[in-house]
């Protein structure tokens, strides 16, 4: 008994030690800093940018005169003013409360707004006078889905905070909210005279008509709004043209809003038919920017590699400006760049697998580094590259991690990691710290872009419409097979694993084959239909089933892994935020419950006050020592 018991011991003692190394390998992956936004001045001679933990530094593009500004880290909007001599930011300037600053080039910050409630997305006027900034007045959350939702208590009511344009007057402070009280403003942009604003909205819940919003041009001094455009599918990113006589955006099939994706249209100012000018492209367009009243600068997503690209909207002849295989990102989170004026100099801040992300500063392709916030962190995990695959009728495109050592003549297990959407990618960046673990312990980590991701045309995006969980499971398993054929892969071993989309494929995919041996679901959905009437996003799903699920049942029981759930054998780990609005819980006790009567080995988690999006680094922590555990047990 003696014996026994110090074996026990040893090995609590064994399991102990690997769980602090873990930490500490976390700590060291968490370690580097990320930068929110970067952002240039229009005369190309100053940049900005916002480190989480740190706050808004400004410097000139030599790298000198350096900068910081007060902040809580979290400043995420950056605005110069059209003159260049001043920058507009949101803090909360050592208060609960964020408030609008401007800084003056070598002066103090000055506050200029004085609300009670959520502020975002600063721009100023062309003609320097004003901010305007979009607002939810007395607001008792952040905006947006991914967040904690209020709890479901009481009488229930659909309870919609308006997110609406306000105006402030730099000089005297004097702020004019100049959108209607009934319509929820998600993005707009600035006419060239500052008379007009150009504004994506829609009427009722900001969370759930994302999916419904239309372009409608907004009279500043008469706080009229007017629609000018009705989209097939969703907008995003509406931007003016420098001669005022038409309007650029994004169009396509996106399931999240800020997952931006699609081809680039072009529509006049006054309203009239859109013009697709990148027809047929390869590739997802997710930020733009007109350097000129015949040309659009864009960011790119093509097969998985960041490019940022010219459209002549006259020709529609594209010139590519730079591609490459990291992640390059400006002021609004999609690939691309912050531009000055001349439509050539700017500001990126760029990562890779194996490089931290920085600020970069110059002509488009001839950055050099201006920062080395992140100097200190370096990749203790293996190398990744793009692998490619038919399937189908298509051409499929996926990044494969490998362990952080390999040993010739050795297999190793792989775990396959869906990313959310389905409108996303898995793109060439600093890993999650959790790909990170999975890499240092010994897995290979496959990233495939299945049908439904950007980065292969609209087209491909929207190949899994009606087809939820059938062509895009086909396009991994092959993607499985390919990146099997040229590398150390034991395919006896292998694990999938992922978040939203990703938890929904996760479960879906051990309805559909025991190829696996281990499965972690986060925040999945397991029951169309029960979903369509728990979630607070449902207007999300028309576009891919169709329908609504009370019109059309079926087409949502077909892709639901509930309608399979017997034929499920595959260990489940099921993970989710308590008070998720985008897959509620009730998705994943459903799984479990369904797992656990059939007798499959499973385990549910619920993060208390999680929303979709989860934000406390404990349970981030708990979820990757989870996750690992999972697949050591299962595949090792």
């Known amino acids: 008994m003696r014996r026994i018991a110090f074996v026990v011991l040893l090995f609590a003692a064994a399991v102990a030690y690997a769980q602090q190394r873990d930490d500490a390998f976390l700590d060291d992956v968490e370690n580097a800093r990320t930068f929110n936004a970067v952002a240039i001045s229009p005369d190309g001679r100053h940049i900005a940018w916002s480190v989480q933990g740190i706050g808004v530094t400004t410097a000139t593009t030599a790298g000198m005169d350096i900068h910081l500004l007060p902040g809580d880290g979290d400043d995420h909007f950056l605005a110069w003013s059209p003159d260049s001599t001043s920058l507009a930011t949101v803090s909360d300037g050592g208060k609960e409360q964020r408030q609008i600053f401007v800084t003056h080039i070598g002066a103090s910050p000055i506050r200029v707004t004085n609300v009670h409630g959520y502020l975002a997305e600063p721009r100023w006027s062309p003609d320097g006078r004003s901010i305007a900034f979009l607002f939810i007045e007395n607001a008792k959350r952040a905006a947006g889905p991914l967040v904690a939702m209020s709890r479901a208590v009481g009488p229930i009511e659909e309870h919609i905070d308006e997110q609406r344009v306000a105006v402030v007057d730099v000089s005297t402070k004097k702020l004019r909210i100049v959108t209607p009280a009934d319509m929820y403003v998600y993005h707009f942009d600035w006419s060239p005279d500052s008379r007009q604003l150009v504004t994506m909205a829609a009427p009722g819940s900001g969370d759930n008509n994302y999916w419904i919003a239309k372009l409608h041009v907004v009279d500043v001094e008469a706080a009229a709004m007017h629609p000018i455009y009705t989209p097939q599918l969703q907008v995003a990113a509406p931007r003016w043209s420098p001669d005022g006589k038409s309007i650029a955006f994004i169009e396509g099939l996106m399931s999240d809003e800020g997952s931006t994706g699609g081809d680039l249209f072009v529509i006049p100012a006054a309203g009239g038919a859109a013009r697709n000018v990148t027809p047929e492209i390869k590739a997802s367009v997710t930020s733009l920017a007109w350097t000129a009243p015949d040309r659009i600068t864009f960011g790119e997503d093509v097969a998985g590699e960041s490019a940022i690209a010219r459209v002549d909207t006259a020709s529609g002849t594209i010139e590519t400006l730079w591609r490459g295989q990291e992640f390059i990102t400006?002021?609004?989170?999609?690939?691309?760049?912050?531009?000055?004026?001349?439509?050539?100099?700017?500001?990126?801040?760029?990562?890779?697998?194996?490089?931290?992300?920085?600020?970069?500063?110059?002509?488009?392709?001839?950055?050099?580094?201006?920062?080395?916030?992140?100097?200190?962190?370096?990749?203790?995990?293996?190398?990744?590259?793009?692998?490619?695959?038919?399937?189908?009728?298509?051409?499929?495109?996926?990044?494969?991690?490998?362990?952080?050592?390999?040993?010739?003549?050795?297999?190793?297990?792989?775990?396959?990691?869906?990313?959310?959407?389905?409108?996303?990618?898995?793109?060439?960046?600093?890993?999650?710290?959790?790909?990170?673990?999975?890499?240092?312990?010994?897995?290979?980590?496959?990233?495939?872009?299945?049908?439904?991701?950007?980065?292969?045309?609209?087209?491909?995006?929207?190949?899994?419409?009606?087809?939820?969980?059938?062509?895009?499971?086909?396009?991994?398993?092959?993607?499985?097979?390919?990146?099997?054929?040229?590398?150390?892969?034991?395919?006896?071993?292998?694990?999938?694993?992922?978040?939203?989309?990703?938890?929904?494929?996760?479960?879906?995919?051990?309805?559909?084959?025991?190829?696996?041996?281990?499965?972690?679901?986060?925040?999945?959905?397991?029951?169309?239909?029960?979903?369509?009437?728990?979630?607070?996003?449902?207007?999300?799903?028309?576009?891919?089933?169709?329908?609504?699920?009370?019109?059309?049942?079926?087409?949502?029981?077909?892709?639901?892994?509930?309608?399979?759930?017997?034929?499920?054998?595959?260990?489940?780990?099921?993970?989710?935020?308590?008070?998720?609005?985008?897959?509620?819980?009730?998705?994943?006790?459903?799984?479990?419950?369904?797992?656990?009567?059939?007798?499959?080995?499973t385990q549910l988690v619920v993060y208390p006050d999680e929303g979709h999006r989860i934000a406390k680094k404990e349970h981030q922590r708990d979820i990757a020592r989870r996750l690992v555990g999972w697949f050591d047990t299962h595949l090792k």
């Not at 297999?411 to 959310?420: A, E, L």
């Not at 929207?462 to 099997?484: E, P, Q, S």
């Not at 395919?491 to 996760?506: E, P």
């Open 330 to 601: 400006g002021h609004d989170g999609g690939i691309g760049a912050s531009l000055a004026s001349d439509g050539m100099t700017s500001a990126v801040i760029r990562s890779g697998f194996r490089n931290a992300a920085e600020v970069w500063a110059g002509r488009i392709g001839e950055w050099k580094r201006i920062t080395t916030t992140n100097r200190s962190s370096t990749a203790a995990w293996g190398e990744a590259r793009s692998i490619r695959w038919k399937s189908d009728t298509f051409d499929v495109q996926g990044w494969l991690l490998a362990p952080a050592q390999v040993e010739a003549g050795r297999k190793y297990p792989m775990v396959v990691w869906i990313h959310g959407g389905p409108a996303a990618a898995s793109l060439a960046r600093w890993p999650d710290p959790r790909a990170a673990l999975l890499s240092r312990r010994g897995y290979f980590v496959f990233f495939p872009n299945p049908r439904g991701s950007y980065g292969q045309g609209e087209a491909f995006t929207r190949a899994n419409v009606k087809d939820f969980g059938y062509g895009d499971l086909r396009d991994v398993m092959t993607g499985i097979d390919a990146a099997a054929a040229s590398n150390p892969i034991d395919t006896s071993r292998l694990g999938i694993w992922g978040w939203s989309y990703g938890g929904y494929m996760t479960m879906w995919t051990v309805t559909q084959t025991t190829r696996f041996k281990a499965a972690v679901a986060g925040a999945g959905i397991a029951n169309w239909q029960s979903y369509y009437g728990e979630n607070d996003i449902d207007a999300w799903m028309i576009p891919y089933f169709g329908a609504s699920v009370y019109d059309d049942p079926a087409v949502y029981a077909r892709s639901a892994p509930i309608t399979f759930i017997t034929k499920v054998t595959t260990p489940t780990l099921v993970v989710v935020g308590e008070r998720d609005g985008e897959c509620p819980a009730p998705q994943s006790f459903e799984f479990w419950h369904a797992l656990k009567t059939a007798g499959v080995e």
